[in-house]
């Protein structure tokens, strides 16, 4: 094979499949976050409740100063607590299943809350079990998720994101606090963030008066506090560009552009190029090491 033809080739296989440094999410992989601050016993009992051993899963660890980090400014120092107990277990799953949680001992954030923060934080398609040994308010397992799935994808999640994701969970515990039902006050949220994505409000009060026709819509009442704070979070979510809508679209775009280009005649030559490449390079292996 010729020089020439030899860097050619790896070119082209370099520009078909570059080196990333983030890691593929293969579906059924798992990943446990703990709270740093569990006793033997106890963390063990999670690990069993996970049907996991300490020796076969990635485990990541959460602390109390990460929680107060990340929730802080939302909620007082006496609730977030002095002891990171909440812990959970992240199954990846395949594209477009979701994202499905279920809780057992936490008390503050519910299953929907979870779900909706963890969209905003860009989570996606994952089955996650949230638990812990005695009731706890639950505020740990986000960060320990967000945390984890960082260390799974390879991918820094925004530091902003994080925070608007822990908001948006305290808020709607704050909304459910109010007297609104949890299904509601997740739907509103849900709604708010649908409308923003599609309308772009350009000012503060496009974005109050967003918030005050879906809560109207839900028959949900908003006192002034309230609404001041909601308009402060969208704000947030509407400067983080997260496009809530087109996710799927552009991995279909995606996939057709590569089975356009695989079926062409300019695709199948290129391709067959990269095998003889690889063959070529095994064939060189196999001569070195038969000598």
């Given at each position: 094979m010729k020089k020439r033809q030899f860097w050619l080739i790896l070119l082209v296989a370099l520009l078909l499949f570059p080196v990333t440094a983030s890691a593929d999410l293969i579906a059924g992989e798992e990943?446990?976050?703990?709270?740093?601050?569990?006793?033997a016993s106890d963390k063990q009992k999670i690990l069993n409740e996970f049907g996991v051993s300490e020796n076969d899963v990635d485990i990541v660890y959460v602390t109390n100063e990460e929680e107060h980090k990340y929730l802080g400014e939302f909620i007082p120092a006496s609730q977030i607590g002095s002891n990171a107990i909440s812990s959970a277990k992240i199954t990846i799953g395949n594209k477009g299943d979701g994202i499905?949680?279920?809780t057992k001992n936490i008390t503050y954030i519910t299953n929907d809350m979870y779900v909706n923060a963890l969209a905003t934080a860009g989570i996606e398609d994952a089955k996650i079990q949230i638990s812990a040994p005695f009731q706890v308010s639950g505020t740990g397992a986000l960060t320990g998720i967000i945390k984890a799935y960082e260390v799974k994808s390879g991918e820094k999640i925004d530091e902003d994101q994080k925070l608007v994701a822990n908001e948006e969970m305290v808020l709607t515990?704050?909304?459910v606090k109010d007297g609104v039902n949890e299904e509601d006050a997740t739907e509103f949220f849900r709604k708010v963030k649908e409308r923003?994505?599609?309308?772009?409000?350009a000012s503060d009060q496009d974005i109050r008066t967003i918030i005050q026709e879906v809560a109207k819509d839900l028959g949900i009442t908003l006192d002034d506090?309230?609404?001041?704070k909601l308009v402060e979070l969208f704000k947030k979510i509407k400067d983080l560009n997260i496009d809530w809508n087109k996710v799927n679209d552009t991995l279909k775009s995606a996939k057709d552009k590569w089975d356009d280009f695989v079926s062409s005649e300019e695709g199948k030559g290129i391709i067959d190029a990269i095998?003889?490449?690889f063959k070529a390079i095994w064939?060189?292996?196999v001569s070195v090491f038969s000598k």
């Open positions: 990943i446990v976050t703990l709270g740093e601050d569990l006793s499905v949680v279920e515990s704050d909304l923003i994505s599609e309308e772009k409000p506090q309230l609404l001041d095998i003889n490449f064939d060189w292996f």
